[in-house]
């Protein structure tokens, strides 16, 4: 089992930057396939970006593709998720998961086991 916690979120105009993390408890940190998703009020949860164990795989939303960047470090347990060029449509609740396939990412999040509890991403006009 592995435990998830979120950090990074906060409030920034459109056109900044943030980067989420994501760190991970235990010590099979590689044995997990990562992903971000996100939920905005009054819509469902959404992929964002995927990763493998080994970085050599990774998928984005069209929406986010060019602007947002998934790495992982696995000697930390953590996950990152770079948010460039904000637009106030990134605005939601940022959340990471876990999932026990190394090898193949997912991009629905009954594709994931393990959920962290989320962060919040405003982006202001």
């Known amino acids: 089992q592995v435990q998830l916690v979120e950090s990074g979120g906060g409030l920034v105009q459109a056109g900044g930057s943030l980067r989420l993390s994501c760190a991970a408890s235990g010590r099979t940190f590689s044995s997990y396939a990562m992903g971000w998703f996100r939920q905005a009020p009054g819509k469902e949860r959404e992929f964002v970006a995927a990763i493998n164990w080994n970085t050599v795989v990774s998928y984005y939303a069209d929406s986010v593709k060019g602007r947002f960047t998934i790495s992982r470090d696995n000697a930390k347990n953590t996950v990152y998720l770079q948010m460039n060029s904000l637009k106030p449509e990134d605005t939601a609740v940022y959340s990471c998961?876990?999932?026990?396939?190394?090898?193949?990412?997912?991009?629905?999040?009954?594709?994931?086991?393990?959920w962290g509890q989320g962060t919040q991403v405003t982006v202001s006009s």
């Open positions: 998961a876990a999932r026990r396939t190394p090898l193949r990412v997912g991009m629905r999040p009954y594709d994931y086991d393990y």
